[in-house]
Nanobody
Framework: QVQLVESGGGLVQAGGSLRLSCAAS????????MGWFRQAPGKEREFVAA????????YYADSAKGRSTIFRDNAKNTVYLQMNSLKPEDTAVYYC??????????????????WGQGTQVTVSS
């Protein structure tokens, strides 16, 4: 089993930045694809970004491209999401997820076996 704990969320003004962290325990995630998803009030959970096990490939939703960077430190068993130029529409609970099998459909929630409890990001206008 893998336990994921997100941190780094909070309240920030539009245009600001936040760095989310996802610390894994229980097993090493160095061979897992890791993803970030978010769920805004009244909306379905959606894909934000994913990173391959080696860190060599990153994938982003259109909403995150150019403003967010996903990266990982396998030595620390941790994945990060750096978010810049935040907008009020980025307000959501952000979830970290782990895919042990590194499926090609990195954007699909169904491929992720392990999930964190989420961290709230609120962007004020």
């Amino acid at each position: 089993q893998v336990q994921l704990v997100e941190s780094g969320g909070g309240l920030v003004q539009a245009g600001g930045s936040l760095r989310l962290s996802c610390a894994a325990s229980g097993r090493t995630i160095s061979s897992y694809t890791m993803g970030w998803f978010r769920q805004a009030p009244g909306k379905e959970r959606e894909f934000v970004a994913a990173i391959a096990w080696s860190g060599s490939r990153q994938y982003y939703a259109d909403s995150a491209k150019g403003r967010s960077t996903i990266f990982r430190d396998n030595a620390k068993n941790t994945v990060y999401l750096q978010m810049n130029s935040l907008k009020p529409e980025d307000t959501a609970v952000y979830y970290c997820a782990a895919d042990p099998y590194s499926a090609t459909r990195y954007y699909s929630q169904a491929n992720y076996d392990y999930w964190g409890q989420g961290t709230q990001v609120t962007v004020s206008s």
